[in-house]
């Protein structure tokens, strides 16, 4: 005799090989947990909508943590109450693709307030099923936003009360008073009838999605008997009495019928026209060099360090910014409390012909101290024959090494006499050009002329390149 | 295996609970209709008294399927339509 036969859904792997051990046949939910009847019916639905190989689970922090082992489908594993935000990202970069965020109420209501209010108010068009439990399920039953006025669990262990702990959050209620949400219902897990409910209301929240419509948010009462300490029977009893009469269970909102499909335009940008917006576009210049650094070093390391409002940050993306226009590898990377002016402040600066592999400076083989801690703090740590540039105006000490070469110049004096202290980094790096030769004053001015915010500011820079330049020539040729 | 058409030498429509997958929890015994499913007073390899199908009274309904949370406890076979 023929029979149909209606079984484990293909969109769930044959055998939970991932799971691992030796029982890869069951899932790893306790008894009567509602994770394993809505798995099932998504499993389902996913499989009759035809979408198992464009369908990206994201699963949260909590029991469904494992939904991976379970679903044949793409998964992303997010961190606790960020689903929603990955979910956003998978979809806006393949918007062909079924993105479903699935939470529990810990991970949902409570960390992931933010993502799931901010991800409902854009409107992304993706499916999110919000199981509400109650409590926190894998930690041990903890008390959640969610948790009954009353009901006792590891945390409220007198049962939850409002005056202390406030009430339990509805999300449905919450997200349906949002404008851009399309479909907002809340469904429970306690008869057939509301099974069969919750199957309907999945379906048509994936279909939203598949027809372009939006954001959709499904809320499942779902219960925990472990979490709970009841029987599984008795648990589905107890969403009816105790959760149906706080939580409603109805369509909260429904404009799915009324809203067009909507098509995201998603312009694509070259890397010129990206370095266009930015006002970065390299002047196309220098073709390919073959630089000789300082001799025997194949890369500058470079600290440049001084109090915060030296420009010494500014004065290391400027170099790399200036070896960029010559076709160097750069890499810059700032070190810096709290405090725009005032506190210490440093950098690393990485220039090279060839890729860098660490942008960290340990030892540099340059070091520019624009103040005295400067010197003492980083002296030591440069390499033998290395270079170190120091601002003889505030640093009232000379380089203790003679294994370097030390080169003392009056920046703060010298910035001072053209009307700018400001600009002690420019004739710094005026200074630091003439004596390596590693970029081309030329390139340099160009790349102030680019990349200063402050066009006011230009010529005074430019003016500052040269003086760093003639003093070298001066005092040091 | 959802929806295939399979050769079985039993009546239909009827129910299979999975032995050993089965974790006892007594909601497929809780919503069926007719009452055909039980405890079967013995223990899986799990360690649950798993639920069974008392052999007759089945008519294919499927809530048992939905009311389980285990994937692939329950089967259901009912008669192919139009034969």
Not at chain 1, 123 to 152: D, H, L, R, S, W
Not at chain 1, 449 to 463: A, G, M, R, T, Y
Request: with cysteine.
């Amino acid at each position: 005799m023929k029979a149909q036969v209606l079984a484990k859904p293909k969109a769930f792997y044959d055998k939970f090989e991932r799971k691992g051990g030796t029982n890869l046949e069951t899932t790893h939910y306790c008894p009567g947990c509602g994770h394993g009847n809505i798995h099932k019916i998504l499993a389902e639905a996913i499989v009759d909508f035809g979408i198992q190989d464009r369908t990206v689970l994201v699963s949260p922090v909590g029991c469904s943590v494992f939904a991976y082992y379970y679903f044949d489908i793409g998964n992303v594993q997010a961190a606790h109450g960020r689903a929603p935000a990955v979910a956003t990202g998978l979809k806006r970069s393949n918007k062909d693709s079924i993105v479903i965020s699935y939470q529990g109420d810990g991970d949902l209501a409570a960390i992931g307030g933010a993502e799931i209010l901010n991800a409902a108010n854009r409107g992304e068009n993706i499916t999110v099923i919000f199981i509400n439990n109650a409590i926190y399920g894998m930690t041990g039953g903890q008390m959640a936003p969610t948790t009954m006025v009353g009901q006792k669990t590891k945390t409220s262990p007198f049962g939850r009360s409002s005056e202390n702990e406030g009430h339990p959050i509805r999300m449905c209620e919450i997200i349906s008073t949002l404008e851009a949400p399309v479909y907002v219902e809340r469904t429970a897990l306690v008869d057939f009838k509301s099974i069969n409910r919750t199957k309907k209301v999945l379906r048509k929240a994936l279909q939203n999605q598949i027809d372009n419509k939006g954001f959709s948010f499904v809320e499942i009462l779902a219960p925990c008997p472990t979490g709970w300490k009841m029987s599984s029977v008795d648990s589905q009893k107890w969403i009816e009495e105790k959760m149906i009469p706080y939580f409603p269970v109805k369509v909260f909102k429904d404009i799915s019928d009324d809203i067009e499909p909507r098509s995201i335009k998603k312009k694509t940008l070259t890397d010129k026209e990206i370095l266009d917006v930015l006002g970065l576009a390299p002047s196309g210049k220098a073709d390919t060099v073959d630089k000789d650094f300082l001799g025997k070093f194949s890369e500058q390391k470079m600290k440049i360090a001084g109090f915060g409002g030296q420009g010494v940050l500014t004065a290391g993306v400027m170099l790399a910014a200036m070896a960029m226009e010559e076709n160097l590898e750069v890499s810059w990377l700032p070190s810096y409390g709290p405090e725009m002016r005032g506190g210490t402040a440093n950098c690393s600066v990485h220039l090279s012909n060839k890729r860098i592999g660490s942008p960290l400076t340990t030892n540099p083989n340059v070091l520019i101290a624009m103040n005295g801690p400067s010197l003492d703090a980083f002296e030591d740590t440069v390499e033998k024959d290395g270079l170190i540039i120091t601002n003889s105006s505030i640093v009232d000490r000379k380089v203790k090494r003679d294994d370097v070469k030390a080169i003392e110049i009056p920046l703060t004096e010298m910035a001072s006499k053209m009307g700018m202290t400001a600009v002690a980094n420019m004739i710094c790096i005026g200074a630091y050009l003439e004596l390596t030769k590693v970029i081309d004053t030329a390139t340099a001015k160009d790349t102030i002329k680019q990349h200063l915010k402050k066009k006011e500011f230009v010529d005074i820079n430019l003016k500052a390149i040269d003086e760093g330049v003639k003093y070298i020539r001066e005092n040091y040729s | 295996m959802s929806n295939e058409i399979v050769e079985v030498d039993f009546q239909l429509p009827a129910i299979k609970v999975i032995n050993h997958l089965c974790k006892g929890c007594g909601l497929c015994i809780e919503h069926c209709p007719k009452n055909c499913i039980e405890f079967s007073g013995k223990f899986n390899q799990l360690g649950y008294d798993y639920a069974q199908y008392n052999g007759e009274g089945c008519t294919g309904c499927s809530i048992c399927f939905y009311a389980c949370p285990e994937p692939g406890a329950i089967e259901v076979y009912k008669k192919v339509k139009g034969e």
